[in-house]
């Protein structure tokens, strides 16, 4: 059997695992990765961390093992993990130079970045999804992390967590326009999982899929195409103005009135065929969506 993660609820505590001194506020630690004494034998297999996790990360050997996955960061990237996400300890470690940015919950508390900072659907992206780096935003990464590590350094006064708070907001503001900048950087790519997307829906309701599990979800389609589903969304956003599940509702509708207009079923088994539950299910759901009732969609074909 596999151990458990280990949950790590301090900051402190994960210092002393990394071998690193005490951190210089107990809320907060901006660690460099060339500074960690990691001893793999004694290190945890898999963590739970109870705080933020924002890591930038530069190659200096190829690609390293960073969670569950390879990855290339030889440009530089970003990975960003939420409290309570599992990570896998890393194989090589050394591989890759970098910061280490971790923020308790409770360093947020009475600031609105506490509310805000569940918002980026960044923290929920897999590894696999992090964020490139050009060069240029790079350096304004690097910068945002400098300010940081020398308002830990100075003497805490009554400013500190002002000045910081304010720092990580504004990196996560440029991690955001810059997965923007991604999104539309690699359309090539997306209009191909694009393609995919419709084909997993075409298949779902022309192999009958829909009769034994239901309605399509967010997340029988990420998982087809091995994304998160907040990455799927994010990314289908920028290229149709829809959502995932904007998308799965569309092709619902469209295949609805394919039904409706050419077939002789009724309308429950329409529903049926379609994976709602009940027809009143349909009927309310088709209505929202086309302002016409399944019936009187049908009519009008008459």
């Known amino acids: 059997m596999e151990k458990a993660p280990h949950r790590i609820d301090s900051i402190s505590t994960l210092h002393q695992l990394l071998g690193l001194p005490k951190p210089l506020h107990p809320l907060v630690s901006l660690v460099r990765n060339c500074d960690v004494k990691l001893v793999k034998e004694i290190f945890p297999a898999s963590l739970l961390l109870n705080f933020y996790k924002i890591s930038f990360m530069e190659d200096?050997?190829?690609?390293?093992?960073?969670?569950?996955?390879?990855?290339?960061?030889?440009?530089?990237?970003?990975?960003?993990?939420?409290?309570?996400?599992?990570?896998?300890?890393?194989?090589?470690?050394?591989?890759y130079d970098g910061f280490n940015l971790f923020v308790h919950p409770d360093f947020l508390q009475t600031y609105p970045l506490a509310a805000k900072i569940k918002k980026y659907h960044f923290f929920s992206y897999a590894t696999n999804e992090a964020l490139h780096l050009s060069d240029r935003e790079k350096q304004t990464i690097l910068s945002v992390f400098k300010i940081i590590g020398e308002e830990l350094g100075e003497r805490i006064d009554d400013f500190s967590q002002d000045v910081v708070i304010s720092q990580i907001e504004l990196l996560l503001n440029y991690s955001?326009?810059?997965?923007?900048?991604?999104?539309?950087?690699?359309?090539t790519v997306y209009h191909d999982v694009l393609s995919r997307l419709e084909?997993?829906?075409?298949?779902?309701?022309?192999?009958?899929?829909?009769?034994?599990?239901?309605?399509?979800?967010?997340?029988?389609?990420?998982?087809?195409?091995?994304?998160?589903?907040?990455?799927?969304?994010?990314?289908?956003?920028?290229?149709?103005?829809?959502?995932?599940?904007?998308?799965?509702?569309?092709?619902?509708?469209d295949k609805a009135k394919t039904a409706l207009?050419?077939?002789?079923?009724?309308?429950?088994?329409?529903?049926?065929?379609?994976?709602?539950?009940?027809?009143?299910?349909?009927?309310?759901?088709?209505?929202?969506?086309?302002?016409?009732?399944?019936?009187e969609f049908r009519q009008s074909f008459q």
């Not at 390293?64 to 970003?78: I, L, P, S």
């Not at 955001?176 to 359309?187: A, H, S, V």
């Open 60 to 95: 200096v050997r190829g690609k390293v093992k960073y969670g569950q996955n390879n990855y290339d960061f030889e440009e530089g990237g970003m990975v960003f993990v939420a409290p309570s996400q599992l990570l896998a300890a890393p194989d090589d470690a050394d591989a």
């Open 176 to 187: 955001n326009r810059f997965y923007k900048r991604q999104f539309n950087t690699r359309k």
């Open 199 to 253: 084909n997993i829906l075409e298949a779902y309701f022309n192999d009958n899929i829909a009769i034994s599990k239901g309605l399509p979800t967010v997340q029988y389609i990420s998982d087809q195409l091995h994304l998160s589903p907040h990455y799927l969304s994010d990314m289908l956003r920028s290229l149709t103005g829809m959502n995932a599940q904007q998308h799965i509702h569309q092709k619902l509708i």
């Open 261 to 295: 207009s050419t077939s002789n079923l009724s309308i429950a088994e329409i529903a049926y065929n379609l994976g709602f539950g009940y027809p009143q299910s349909f009927h309310k759901f088709f209505k929202g969506k086309t302002n016409t009732s399944p019936l």
